[in-house]
């Protein structure tokens, strides 16, 4: 019998406009047994309503969202803003973190004040971000 490694999440979600991060997110998330589904949005509007159309099934919302700050049509702060007017079990269920090419001081202090984001990332996700995350 062989050992399989088991993904630590059932569902990760990633929102990025930029097509390649995402690819590469997405296949970094699934390569390393971090995430056994990945929901990908390349707009956050339609990444947030996927969580108000399943707000109430919890077997199929993600327990983690890597979120892009800046993005046309909705900002990844936007989202954050609507995100924060989601049900508190939803969000209970669901860990936040920002993920962003800025390089904007004020960007990554409203990022890590606001209450809903675990952390903020540098782009692009790697191995070692993935495993502090499964580390808390």
Do not use: H, W
Not at 41 to 66: H, R, T
């Amino acid at each position: 019998m062989t050992n399989e490694l088991k993904p630590k999440f059932e569902t990760v979600m990633i929102i990025d406009d930029n097509t390649i991060d995402l690819y590469i997110s997405s296949r970094l998330i699934t390569k390393n047994y971090f995430g056994k589904k990945v929901l990908e949005y390349s707009e956050a509007k339609e990444a947030l309503k996927y969580l108000q159309e399943n707000q109430d099934d919890f077997s199929i919302l993600p327990q983690i969202i890597f979120v892009d700050i800046y993005m046309p049509m909705m900002s990844g702060f936007e989202f954050l803003d609507a995100y924060d007017k989601l049900p508190l079990n939803l969000k209970n269920k669901c860990r936040t973190y920002i993920i962003s090419s800025t390089i904007d001081d004020n960007d990554i202090v409203r990022a890590r004040r606001d209450k809903n984001v675990v952390s903020f990332q540098v782009k692009p996700i790697n191995k070692e971000f993935l495993d502090r995350i499964i580390a808390d």
